[in-house]
């Protein structure tokens, strides 16, 4: 499979002339393998330089069948997702999935958000056919060759994590999410904390476990790495991750290679940069690599 980097940022798309080589536009990923069908993980602001990418391609035919997986409906995940140019173009084919009980509630959650007088046109401006699919942590399924599966993130509103294997390969996709130690994020910003309440504490310690065997012998872990220690301690409750809980869980896995993800908005080349490089060195090894993902960048897996 190749994987490409189409947005890395995390919270808030940057210009600037300090991220030029790493990159401004939110969250986007996109996986191709011979054969399968374009698989896309969220749609922040990368999502519409994918679809220009795609002008020259099937989907410019209305040829076109791909997926979108959702890790949750933050703005920086969805904000590319009314600019895709192949929605706009007759026959072409996408599923979209999200985590959330039912049909109904999935698309409406795409339609509000582009209600008066928050924007121009509605999912109805769309042309492809879009079959929304809501999926639960814990569950398996398989778009094409794809086989995918999903974990709950501790994350505000509760993010998604997948684990997408093709061709004996496996890339594991993991944003936004705290460390399961402190505290269980689940709607807003509804913090519970193990020291007042023992069952978070459970379910922090079912949920690591969880992750150890969700994450075991993956060729590639993407991860959110957002705040530095020290960031992190200010706002725990934001529900982001720090580079040394991101190798924590790539080395209890066994991860091959680990990539930075999810940028702050305020880390510029420079700093993320420096501080991938002194992690690798600490850390890195000939089982792990260490990386920071780069917009625009492909890895042939
Ligand atoms: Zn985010
Ligand atoms: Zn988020």
Redesign the pocket.
């Known amino acids: 499979m190749r994987v490409t980097f189409w947005g890395v940022r995390g919270s808030f798309p940057v210009a600037h002339p300090k991220v030029t080589r790493i990159g401004g536009n939110t969250s986007c990923v996109a996986l191709r393998a011979e054969g399968a069908p374009l698989l896309v993980i969220d749609a922040g602001t990368g999502f519409r330089h994918l679809g220009r990418q795609l002008r020259e391609s099937e989907f410019a035919k209305g040829k076109g069948e791909g997926a979108l997986l959702l890790s949750?409906t933050?703005w920086?995940?969805i904000q590319g997702f009314m600019y895709f140019e192949p929605f706009f173009k007759e026959g072409n084919k996408f599923t979209v999935v999200a985590r959330g009980d039912h049909d109904r509630k999935l698309k409406q959650i795409f339609q509000a958000q582009t209600e008066s007088p928050y924007f121009s046109y509605g999912l109805d401006s769309f042309k492809a056919e879009l079959t929304w699919k809501p999926v639960m942590e814990d569950e398996q399924f398989s778009i094409g060759p794809w086989r995918i599966s999903t974990v709950r993130l501790n994350?505000p509103?509760v993010?998604l994590g997948y684990r997408i294997e093709h061709g004996g390969r496996s890339f594991i996709y993991m944003t936004?999410t705290a460390p399961y130690t402190e505290q269980w994020l689940e709607h807003g910003f509804h913090v519970r904390k193990p020291e007042k309440d023992p069952e978070a504490l459970d379910r922090l310690r079912a949920h690591g476990k969880k992750l150890d065997a969700f994450t075991k012998g993956a060729d590639l872990l993407l991860y959110d790495t957002f705040f530095t220690p020290e960031q992190y301690g200010q706002n725990p409750h934001w529900?982001h991750s720090t580079p040394d809980e991101g190798l924590r869980v790539a080395r209890e896995g066994g991860v091959k290679s680990f990539y930075f993800f999810h940028h702050h908005p305020e880390a510029w080349d420079d700093d993320l940069e420096a501080r991938v490089k002194s992690y690798a060195k600490r850390f890195g090894s000939s089982d792990l690599r260490i990386d920071v993902a780069r917009e625009g960048e492909t890895i042939e897996m």
């Open positions: 949750h933050h920086d995940h994350h509103g993010a936004d529900g």
